[in-house]
Nanobody, 117 residues
Framework: QVQIVESGGGLVQPGESLRLSCTHS????????MAWYRQKKGRELVARIF?????NTTESVKGRFAISRDNAKNTLYLQMNNLKPEDTAVYYC?????????????WGQGTQVTVSS
């Protein structure tokens, strides 16, 4: 069972920055992709990074958020700049592992990001 620990959420004012971190206990060689989701009403994909380094970012955060990873630390990051009140949500880390021929999803516990003046 892969364990995931997230950190970095908090309360900030509009225009400020936060960096979320997500560390997993699995093997990086088995990672298919890693992603950040957020939940306001429904859960939406924010950004993801594939095994080969390809990234996707949702339109509403392009130019403000950046996803990256440190393979040596088994850690995924989400750098969030110029935060807006509408970015307020619980942010979840998602790690998809390839175990044999099966893809398995693992989720972090979520970290609250609140943007308010």
């Amino acid at each position: 069972q892969v364990q995931i620990v997230e950190s970095g959420g908090g309360l900030v004012q509009p225009g400020e920055s936060l960096r979320l971190s997500c560390t997993h206990s699995g093997s990086m060689s088995s990672v298919h992709l890693m992603a950040w989701y957020r939940q306001k009403k429904g859960r939406e994909l924010v950004a993801r990074i594939f095994r080969d380094g390809t990234t996707n970012t949702t339109e509403s955060v392009k130019g403000r958020f950046a996803i990256s990873r440190d393979n040596a630390k088994n850690t995924l990051y989400l750098q969030m700049n110029n935060l807006k009140p509408e970015d307020t949500a619980v942010y979840y880390c998602n790690v998809v592992m390839k175990e044999g021929s099966v893809l398995k999803n693992y989720w972090g516990q979520g970290t609250q990001v609140t943007v308010s003046s």
